[in-house]
């Protein structure tokens, strides 16, 4: 590597102090000579990333309301893109814990389908298609390479399937809150809504005309197989979407993304004049439908459970409406909305879950989950509570406009892995939920 600057080297070699009284320019890169100053090749570069993301800016469909806000995490999830695969990560980093002290320390830097999805979903609400067809790209290289189209639930950013999860013994972490793992041995689990995040993920392509190109019966034979295994596992034991090492249920938000593989797939067959496949797979997420109502609903508690048969809560339950297996009127869906702010809030924060599991009952909240709570009660008419909840959770937010994964409900400190994907889509999604429109505001 070579540095080459316009500033002493004498004073650099030497790490002595000087004045700054003037600009200086560093350029890091190969050991090879430059055929410009640092300052023309600064201003060169500078010029260029800021115009590409002007550019990349101006054509995003944002909200009346907190547009810099909304700015800052469309552009954080683009930065959270593998341009060469397709891929989504999680997170840039591993190990900062979920909250102190608590071995909760995961490495984040691989592409999760069920985050990609939702990092999709949410930038193609403001109109950047781009990261959805380059992640359909990654998806469909995954689905053709893999065992009867069976999905991790995770992937590295080229595709890799072996993600065998260690600890460096020679790091002491977080604040020395170790371990620091690397690789996550959740690629190992069975998490059945993964079927669900990428026919969902698809979807548009199908349906958007503005697209290079639209969605076809040869992209829609290779979904199918997925859409059988939803129906097949449905409603059969897995790790849930918070990743349980230590038990497996039948999750009921495992279930809905199941039946919303298989209710897409009815959609896009009907779109592309498939009958035969459109009726089979309406039937099909019909029947699972009556399946998912009958067996998570705790008719004692009157709310959906957190699985079949189940007496707990957790927050994924918040996305019944969004997912478009329910109404946001439908009384079940109501009672299970206040059920879950009367168990798992924590002032104006929100838990994923309050129920131990395996390193012991949660302590920070999930700000993902606080999201999904704010627009769960905007969708049921609380649109006062649901701003100020909103207006709150942007006031945690760090100097740069950026979340983490957790956050102390009491002292606003944030947790976990950095910058969460999770949670900038979470803001994107409330904001366009919650903001004036432009006609009502001008």
């Known amino acids: 590597m070579r540095l080459t600057t316009d500033a002493s080297i004498t004073h650099l070699l030497q790490e002595s102090a000087h004045a700054l009284d003037r600009p200086l320019h560093f350029i890091i890169g190969p050991d090879e000579s430059l055929t410009t100053t640092p300052a023309r090749l600064y201003n060169h570069y500078w010029e260029e990333t800021r115009r590409y993301w002007h550019d990349w800016v101006s054509r995003l469909a944002v909200p009346f309301e907190w547009q810099d806000a909304v700015i800052r995490a469309a552009i954080t999830l683009k930065l959270s893109t593998f341009d060469d695969t397709g891929a989504v990560v999680a997170a840039m980093t591993t190990s900062i814990p979920e909250a102190a002290n608590t071995q909760r320390n995961w490495d984040y830097r691989y592409c999760w389908l069920r985050d990609s999805y939702f990092v999709v ?20 290289d995954l689905v053709v390479g893999t065992h009867r189209h069976q999905l991790q639930p995770l992937y590295g950013i080229g595709g890799e399937t072996v993600l065998d999860e260690h600890s460096l013994e020679t790091l002491a972490g977080y604040h020395g809150m170790g371990p620091v793992r690397v690789g996550n041995a959740a690629y190992l689990q069975n998490q059945h809504d993964v079927y669900g ?3 969902l993920a698809a979807n548009q392509v199908f349906f958007d005309q503005r697209l290079e190109e639209v969605g076809n019966e040869t992209l829609f034979r290779r979904l199918e197989p997925l859409g059988h295994l939803a129906a097949e596992c449905y409603d059969q034991p897995d790790a849930s979407i918070w990743e ?14 199941c039946w919303a593989a298989c209710d897409r797939l009815a959609k896009i067959a009907a779109q592309l004049d498939l009958d035969s496949a459109a009726r089979h797979w ?3 997420a019909d029947t699972m439908h ?30 019944i409406n969004e997912l478009g297996f329910l109404p946001a009127d439908d009384p079940r869906f109501v009672a299970t909305v206040k059920a879950i702010g009367g168990h798992l809030r924590r002032g104006d924060h929100l838990f994923r879950y309050v129920a131990d599991d395996d390193f012991g009952a949660p302590e920070n909240a999930f700000n993902i989950c606080t999201f999904w709570y704010i627009d769960a009660l905007w969708a049921i008419g609380d649109h006062t509570e649901a701003r100020r909840l909103f207006e709150g959770l942007l006031a945690c937010r760090n100097k740069v406009g950026l979340l983490s994964e957790d956050l102390d409900p009491d002292s606003h400190q944030l947790w976990g892995n950095f910058p969460q994907t999770y949670s900038m889509v979470g803001l994107i999604n409330s904001a366009l939920h ?8 001008l």
């Open 244 to 257: 349980y090492r230590g038990r497996a249920r039948v999750h009921t938000y495992s279930a809905i993304m």
């Open 290 to 319: 009556r399946t998912i109502c009958t067996e998570s609903w705790n008719e004692t508690q009157d709310f959906f459970a957190e699985s079949f048969g189940g007496e707990g809560l957790d927050a994924s339950l918040l996305l």
């Open 434 to 441: 919650l903001s004036k429109s432009w006609e009502e505001a």
């Open 282 to 284: 309406r039937d099909t």
């Open 197 to 199: 995040a990428v026919v």
């Open 121 to 140: 979903h949410a930038l193609n609400r403001l109109g950047a298609t781009g990261t959805m067809e380059n992640f359909l790209h990654y998806i469909i």
